[in-house]
């Protein structure tokens, strides 16, 4: 079912890691999060780049999305080639080898009251 | 008017059933919606596959939605082929034999102070 | 600049009223809008028919957005040829004669913090 | 990679910058966002027409987006022409020389618990 589900490029063009939380279980920390679905039968070799406001981007940082599995990858957790600092603002290309779907979700506990936002990335078509 | 109005083919790449809830009404439980408009003058016979991180896809769920009806499909009501579980990351692909529009909505009220996402769900073209 | 922006034929599928407000101000009473920018030199004649999960479809509401100038329409406030029931699932399906760009967006406040969501719309190519 | 994503003309139908804020820190006051990846070799001359329910569209702000670098441009932070004037409602058309990609996003902390809401703004294809 729906083998090549999705597209090859993807953009975030909104990016900010909080830089911090008020947190009382760890899926309440503040995240920055791709949602990546490969819904075909072969791995996506997916390589992301982040974009800084000041400076030069950064990337590519290499992953697998394995086949017909999803992974919400968060920002927070990218190290290789280097971690993205907080309380910077970026935003990031997506390309991967087959097509895949990739929506943007941020959960922001710097306050008590948590905030959610979501949407689809953006697809070059 | 509009009788053929959306696409078949619809992805949410993100998806999360929060674990619990501080809610006083159940209009404000923790939910994970796919809100369907299925304007036109026919069924919608819709099958949704659910992937994870972890483990094959479960599915299809199949689910109608009447001609000139719309439906708010809540994640945590699907039971069949088994219900999906909560604090768990997925992603859905949602087929229809005709058109129909989907659109994705997370209520979370896992602190007194609810939180609220929403975004169009991915259309392949 | 821009003069045919946008599309003819959106849909919203995803609607919900809050029956109830926890608001200080007018402006943080719970709302459902829909935002429409008409970016050309013609008004745009513009129908809404709104949909349940029960009973037909009402409408068409009607409605003109002036040539360059933007509206922002609460559900909340249609009242020809019903008003929209409060606590009830709906979706719409917005037409215009001339092309426009329609955002989606809520504002909750049944609880004492407010909660947001917003996406364009579905636009059928 | 990737050096010509995204689209040369973006609308934000969406707009509104609260009119006050309950924030503890500079990042915590409410604020209206316009995201905007430029992820290729040459600068984006971007140009912005703000448009009202009331009066005349104002503009264009103009703004540059460097090669491969991002910018979150701040609706609050618009002076030139004149301000956008809080607690009043907008849309926004984007028009840039060269591909960009844009998103919008609200921080809304008229209340003590802020709230969130994010989109990828439409693009005319």
Redesign the interface.
Known sequence: ??SA??KT?W??????I??HSQASTP??MSHE?M???N?GDAPAQV?V?V????G??VG?YRLTVPP?????ICFNDLVDPQPIPP?T???S?I?SDVPI????????S????????????????
């Open positions: 079912m729906a589900v999705g490029l953009v975030i063009a909104e990016g900010y909080p830089a899926q309440l999060t949602c990546m679905l819904a390589s780049m974009y800084f406001a000041d030069d981007p590519p017909r599995r999803t992974r919400h309380d603002e970026f935003a290309v390309e779907v990739v929506q943007h979700t941020r959960l922001d710097r306050q008590a009251a948590l905030a959610l936002m979501s949407t689809v990335a953006f697809a070059q078509s």
